[in-house]
């Protein structure tokens, strides 16, 4: 097998699936060129290539399809985000719908609406739709994309949703004006002719439902951004004993990085001098900092909380730790297919045929001796009653209405496609740290040294501890304050980074920390002593004067709705699972207190994706819930990923759900609403293909065939109009819904 090449490529101009598809298809016809892959979340396209093939010459492969390309580094992230549709252009587009739909809708209705009698259509019929005219031409300008890439959809043969809005809308507006033309010329009766309000309104809303689409992507891309602002952009190397900053890219293998006390660490590397605690918590999902010393293996992107390194880097650029988490997150991303719109399915028949029927009723009614008028009319009637605005309605509505009511419920979804996944999702993967749990140290135990009192335990090690800022430090003096304990402040304190301190406190020595500390300060522990940690408990020894005086066990927080919560999604038939970076014991602990059957423990960020992948070969549809940036390529590579919202920004914006209460429930209810929007989805697409079906044939003219009258587009409209207040309707009944707690 010949050696081939990778070559990156940054696309801009890209706004869908469908412009990366022809991107794609560009690069695969090249001579040479053995895949092409093409991601719209990053902008890029990564070309595998026989040695022969010129970078230059696929740059401008993709600059022919009518974008924008430029060659990239392989390690190179850019990410742009997209802005198509102006807030400008969908408010504008929102409040002139809305002013023509009251206006056309006025005589329709039972009782009518009130209108100044300059444009009511009983005294001044031609300013009635002038004035429907006047507002529905911006909507429709405001709008045009849809008539752009409707009508290149139905030149190549492939019309989607676009093409089914253009068709309809443009079949209305145009009838419409015609009957607007009649009116000046003195047919009063034209003014019950009129449509501009279903060409306004359906436009209006389909560019609202464009609009939540574009915000979903951009939120997939600032996702990556999150990230790559993890990386950090300069180092400081040690050269002949000088410090010199470079920027970060520009570290190599074996060079020497110095990591100051609250930096970033630029690369990964083994620690050659020095000793520090570094907060891995977004690789690993550990609350607590991790002790380096000489011969340790640090990870770039992670955070030096205390001391000062030098390392010697092992890996630099794309192979780093972090920016292997960044590489999943945008394959992830990659590989996850957008979701089934049954309507862009069944478009690419129904519009083709709906047009075809009413060609070829229009030919056999001509050929039978008809007049004009008469075909005109089923010809219109036709096309008119086709307009897909219930079909078009059918799902964003019931999205919005999904969507709002999951935000009263503290959910928040990221638009159709995620509901429409959610409703399916029979496999949930919980993270540990801050999901399962708090994320919080609390003190589970107080074992004093023969003859020590607790309280003196307590009182000795809070006061030792009350000049640090570490999270061991935060529970033993939130547990002293509990118990009304008075803390010294000490006289002098010596943090050992990663171990503990050692600390002055009212003229004697205290020194309170790990295991090591106690045997670097020679301090003994008789045997008889109780030194047993609790399962999942992290200990702390404590001294006074160089005598052992007892430990104090430190434990993570349950929340404690997490067993109720997991009690329902097992009884919804949905499997649950714990995944975590923490040690065995601690996650086995916490695992069977939530009442979690199935655990894995201390995994990396690449070993919880693999689990979500491993799962979804079975044949699952797996939703992650987490809250790290260790989480982010679970999250990005699961059908669903599911973030609390008291985790970090990179994790929330690699999920679909977003839940913005405290509480585990919100997993449950988050599941529960989107298989109801899912159903009433499901209903109002059968009830618009019904109405579809049974309004066609009559349109085309059924009727008359059996001595019926004709079948007027006015009729064709309220249909239209009754078949979409219907779809409405049904969506709304989301607005109540009520997930049950129990």
Not at 621 to 647: E, F, K, Q, R, W
């Amino acid at each position: 097998m010949n050696e081939t090449k990778h070559v990156k490529i940054n696309v801009q101009g890209m706004t869908c699936a469908a412009c990366s598809a022809s991107v794609e298809r560009a690069l695969r016809r090249v001579d040479g060129v053995v895949q092409a892959t093409v991601n719209l979340a990053t902008n890029s396209a990564t070309v595998l290539c026989d040695p022969s093939v010129s970078p230059e010459h696929l740059v401008e492969v993709v600059n022919k399809t009518g974008f924008t390309a430029a060659l990239a580094d392989e390690d190179e992230v850019n990410v742009a985000l997209t802005h198509t549709i102006s807030k400008k252009r969908l408010i504008t587009a929102l409040i002139c719908g809305a002013v023509v739909l009251y206006i056309g809708m006025s005589h329709m209705l039972p009782v009518r609406l009130p209108l100044p009698a300059v444009i009511d259509d009983r005294v001044n019929p031609l300013n009635f739709a002038l004035i429907q005219l006047v507002f529905t031409v911006p909507v429709l300008i405001c709008g045009r994309n849809f008539f752009i890439n409707g009508m290149k959809n139905l030149i190549k043969r492939h019309p989607n949703m676009d093409s089914l809005v253009m068709i309809g809308t443009t079949t209305a507006f145009l009838y419409s004006l015609y009957n607007t033309v009649t009116i000046v010329q003195g047919n009063a009766h034209g003014a019950h002719n009129l449509y501009y309000e279903s060409a306004a309104v359906v436009v209006a809303l389909v560019l609202l439902g464009k609009f939540l689409e574009e915000n979903s992507k951009n939120s997939a891309k600032k996702a990556i951004n999150s990230l790559v602002s993890m990386i950090p952009n300069t180092a400081i190397l040690l050269k002949d004993g000088q410090e010199v900053e470079v920027p970060a890219k520009q570290v190599r293998v074996k060079n020497i990085v110095l990591v100051k006390p609250g930096t970033r660490i630029p690369v990964d590397g083994t620690v050659l001098s020095g000793q520090a605690s570094v907060d891995e918590s977004m690789l690993t999902g550990e609350s607590l900092p991790v002790y380096k010393e000489v011969g340790s293996h640090v990870s770039g992107g992670t955070i030096c909380k205390d001391g000062m390194l030098q390392i010697e880097a092992t890996g630099v650029g794309g192979n780093t730790a972090i920016s292997q988490v960044l590489r999943l997150v945008t394959e992830a991303q990659e590989r996850k297919a957008p979701a089934a719109r049954l309507a862009d399915k069944i478009s690419g028949i129904f519009v083709p045929t709906v047009v075809s029927i009413a060609i070829i009723t229009s030919i056999l009614w001509a050929i039978s001796g008809k007049e004009l008028a008469f075909v005109l009319n089923n010809f219109v009637a036709v096309l008119v009653v086709a307009c897909p605005c219930a079909l078009g309605l059918a799902t964003p509505i019931a999205v919005i209405a999904g969507t709002g009511r999951g935000a009263n419920l503290g959910i928040l979804y990221r638009g159709g496609d995620v509901i429409e996944t959610a409703a399916g999702v029979n496999t949930v993967i919980f993270d540990k740290t801050g999901t399962i749990t708090y994320g919080k140290l609390k003190t589970a135990a107080v074992t004093p040294a023969k003859g020590i009192e607790e309280l003196e335990l307590l009182g000795y090690c809070a006061s030792a501890e009350s000049g640090s800022e570490h999270p061991i430090a935060a529970a033993i003096l939130d547990h002293a304050q509990q118990d009304g304990i008075t803390v010294i402040r000490p006289e002098s304190t010596q943090s050992i980074p990663g171990r503990g301190i050692i600390a002055k406190v009212d003229g004697k020595t205290v020194i309170a920390g790990t295991m090591a500390l106690m045997e670097l300060e020679k301090i003994e522990i008789p045997e008889d002593e109780d030194t047993t940690v609790l399962p999942g408990c992290t200990a702390i020894y404590v001294a006074l004067d160089a005598n052992y005086i007892g430990m104090i066990s430190l434990s993570d927080t349950i929340r404690p709705d997490a067993r109720d919560a997991i009690a329902q999604l097992n009884a919804m038939g949905i499997e649950t699972v714990m995944i975590t970076g923490d040690n065995e014991g601690a996650a086995k602990l916490i695992a069977k207190e939530a009442g979690i059957a199935s655990v894995r423990a201390q995994v990396l960020p690449q070993d919880k994706h693999q689990a979500v992948e491993e799962f979804k070969k079975q044949g699952r549809i797996v939703a992650m819930v987490g809250d790290g940036i260790n989480d982010a390529p679970a999250l990005a590579g699961a059908n669903v990923g599911i973030a609390l919202s008291s985790g970090t920004d990179v994790a929330a914006e690699s999920a679909g759900i977003i839940l913005m209460r405290e509480d585990l429930h919100a997993v449950v209810d988050s599941l529960k609403l989107s298989r109801k929007t899912m159903q009433i989805i499901r209903q109002n697409l059968f009830w618009a293909f019904i109405y579809n079906m049974i309004g066609i044939p009559i349109a085309a003219g059924l009727l008359v065939l059996f001595g019926g009258p004709a079948f007027s587009p006015v009729f064709g409209g309220a249909a239209m109009a009754f078949s979409s207040v219907s779809v409405v309707s049904n969506s709304l009944r989301l607005t109540r819904y009520q997930p049950n707690k129990k």
